[in-house]
């Protein structure tokens, strides 16, 4: 399925306002029907405005993609009465009548150019980084950006360009939401090490896996990862202890034999590993009681559900479309079966400046699929993220061919 062929837009007219001149238009990523998903996003113009009191105004350098930006320009079903119900967007109209273009992206790194009135905590020049998810249409894809000056962005690291920044705030967050928040490892890698704690990462060369291996990793934990065999020693070189060929291998068994653990981290989606959890979890010993076998101590956090399409969203939305999940989850809340949590990423200024730190201190690193793209290539970029086969993320550069 093929985007807007891009030579119907005059790309440089795009960028028509600098620095110092916000006027005119600038360009943007946008969709506005739920047509279908890649076709449905097409580049557009965008008018400058000033920032509002307490808004700042970021010149984007460099925005990752990541599925959600695909999946809501084609929602159907429940997921779109649930989005349109929270984001308001059947109801937000232009200026013509017609409906309003939305703006896809979340990941953001650039530069502050404008400040509105009563902004203390941003200036001028400030370079920053961080996620911004908009459910009314204000993505990050796109060369401006305007939100609240208490949005979840933090100072850029000083070792990070803004190509390597973009890349990690929604993976970050959602393995830190999963792995720490979640699933129970401790920001102290002593304590996890002490307790042996042991992760599976389930798609580990992706570009949410990949920071996963290397958070629980730098947690202190043994990790496991499931991928291909020809992305093995991608992931070893990223934290990776043991790596289980899906394409080969026995998933279930060898996972077993590699087990129990702490975390099952399941980044990919489907149900292989579900009818094994009381096993593959790691157990609380109960000396106490020999004739009752040990409850199941690990999690299992999966950031997808148990579908596997790539078009639909996952996330704690999916409760909603697979009751099965729902019951699975109440189970293991009240102790009577293996705890399972399907999870979004938690976002806040003190998760982003935890990134920041540990970016600074090299115990992550970003994980960018090739060579960014520019913001003129989107169908080619919008392409490789929805072929499933990019190892790490996939980046926009809004500086490219201006």
Not at 88 to 115: F, T, Y
Not at 170 to 186: A, E, K, M
Not at 368 to 397: H, N, Q
Request: hydrophobic share 35%.
């Amino acid at each position: 399925m093929s985007i807007v062929d891009t030579t119907l837009f005059q790309a440089k007219s795009l960028f028509f306002s600098t620095m110092s001149e916000l006027t005119g238009t600038y360009a943007a990523h946008a969709y506005n029907t739920t047509t279908n998903t890649l076709s449905n996003i097409t580049q557009t113009e965008v008018i400058h405005r000033p920032p509002a009191a307490g808004q700042i105004k970021v010149r984007v350098h460099a925005t990752a993609l990541n599925p959600v930006d695909v999946q809501l320009a084609g929602l159907e079903g429940v997921n779109k009465v649930v989005l349109d119900w929270f984001g308001g967007r059947s109801s937000r109209k232009g200026e013509d009548g017609e409906l309003a273009s939305k703006i896809p992206g979340s990941d953001v790194s650039g530069v502050v150019v404008a400040i509105g009135e009563g902004v203390g905590r941003w200036k001028v020049g400030d370079e920053v980084f961080g996620f911004w998810m908009s459910t009314d249409g204000n993505g990050t894809n796109q060369a401006y950006l305007t939100i609240p000056e208490t949005a979840p962005i933090v100072p850029k690291p000083a070792n990070l360009s803004h190509v390597e920044a973009a890349s990690l705030p929604l993976v970050f967050l959602t393995s830190y939401t999963g792995l720490v928040l979640r699933g129970g490892l401790s920001r102290d890698p002593e304590v996890n090490t002490g307790q042996n704690a042991k992760v599976l990462v389930v798609g580990a060369s992706g570009g949410t896996g990949i920071i996963g291996v290397q958070l629980a990793k730098a947690l202190g934990a043994t990790v496991v990862a499931i991928c291909s065999g020809k992305n093995a020693e991608f992931v070893k070189e990223h934290g990776a202890d043991e790596v289980i060929d899906y394409a080969t291998e026995d998933v279930p068994s060898t996972a077993l034999s590699l087990g129990p653990y702490k975390v099952i981290y399941d980044c990919v989606g489907g149900t292989q590993l579900i009818p094994h959890l009381s096993a593959l979890l790691a157990p609380t010993p109960t000396p106490n009681n020999p004739h009752h076998p040990p409850a199941a101590a690990g999690t299992y956090i999966t950031i997808v559900g148990d579908k596997t399409s790539r078009t639909t969203m996952g996330g704690n939305i999916t409760y909603l479309t697979t009751p099965s999940m729902l019951f699975r989850s109440i189970k293991g809340y009240a102790g009577l079966g293996p705890k399972y949590y399907c999870v979004n990423l938690t976002t806040g200024e003190e998760e982003m400046k935890a990134l920041a730190e540990w970016c600074a201190g090299g115990r992550v690193k970003p994980v960018i699929d090739g060579e960014p793209y520019s913001w003129t290539k989107l169908g080619e970029a919008y392409g490789r993220l929805e072929s499933g086969r990019a190892k790490g993320k996939v980046v926009i550069d809004w500086t490219k061919d201006q």
